[in-house]
């Protein structure tokens, strides 16, 4: 069922971005998500249980207009420290380390890549729950590990 539901959804996608009806690019659509879906079913459906499955997707919805807004005001902030006169006396990179309380590996996960897309920080290291981060910025090294790990765990462990 798993491999059937992830074969659908990625051939929907390939239908939908390719464009093209036509038989060989249908049939090379069908043979690349087969492929696909062989050898990578279980990154789409990680947990034997269904609901975990439907939480954690119900949990990404919730998350992503949060993460795309954080997005927005970083890149807004990295902007006025580029285009201020005095850029090098508010740049103040740091490496920190920190301990997460996120116990879930696709938690941990999502976090981390939150992190890198955020600008102005990028996770270096993930080792179990202790991230190594670099923060262009003590504000932003500052605001680790903070309100975007509180969302994720609300999100996706609760």
Not at 23 to 38: A, P, Q, W
């Amino acid at each position: 069922m798993e491999r059937a539901i992830t074969f659908s959804i990625m051939l929907v996608f390939w239908i939908l971005l390719s464009g093209m009806f036509d038989f060989f690019h249908l049939s090379m659509g069908i043979i690349c998500c087969g492929l696909v879906t062989f050898f990578s079913h279980d990154l789409l459906f990680y947990s034997r249980s269904g609901r975990n499955w439907f939480r954690n997707m119900l949990g990404f919805i919730i998350y992503t207009p949060w993460l795309f807004w954080q997005i927005v005001l970083a890149s807004i902030e990295i902007a006025y420290i580029v285009l201020h006169p005095r850029m090098l006396e508010i740049i103040d990179p740091r490496l920190i380390r920190f301990r997460t309380r996120l116990r879930g590996v696709l938690a941990r996960v999502t976090f981390a890549h939150s992190i890198t897309l955020t600008p102005g920080t990028i996770t270096v290291n993930m080792n179990g729950n202790e991230f190594t981060v670099y923060a262009l910025t003590q504000k932003a090294a500052e605001s680790l590990p903070g309100e975007m790990e509180e969302k994720i765990e609300r999100l996706l462990e609760r």
